[in-house]
């Protein structure tokens, strides 16, 4: 019960600097492009740099998993893998670029990243609302029909 509630607060103190910082890796990225701003990608660097810390930390404990592709050496693979405990390294390669190209013009089309709209979400945000849902049944359809025909031209 503790973690619940751990979760719930980091949440709602996550949400809450998100939404005052208009946080938004693909608003950074095209102001950086189109204006030179670099106020929205200091975001991404310090989200990737915090992601880099805590990967560090995590790691040096012992609390996180191994990579899929380990799974011949004998090491646990992720749960929830798509391809399974018998994918390759190329195979999730081909499926981070599908699954990047595909969140990533949805995203250009709706003008913002998935957190942003998220967080546009939670303010109300009607278009937010339907690019959530839409990302919801995006991630069901690559898991049931894109995941296991790359699984399947791979073996």
Known sequence: ????????I???ILGYLFQRARMCF???????????????????FGFFIGALIGYIIFSAIGKIPAFPWFVAKGLTPIP??????KGSLIGHLILAII???????????????????YVMAAEGNKTAMA???GLCVGAIIFHTVVAPLVKMLLL
Not at 99 to 117: A, D, E, K, W
């Open 26 to 44: 693909i608003g950074g990225m095209r102001d950086l492009y189109l204006i030179r701003d670099t106020w929205l990608i200091k975001g991404l």
């Open 131 to 133: 690019y959530i849902v």
């Open 80 to 85: 929830g893998d798509p391809l399974g405990a």
């Open 99 to 117: 699954g990047g190209f595909g969140v990533g013009f949805f995203s250009v089309i709706q003008g913002g990243c998935p957190l942003r709209n």
């Open 10 to 12: 980091f949440g709602i």
């Open 1 to 8: 019960m503790l973690h619940v509630i751990g979760t719930f």
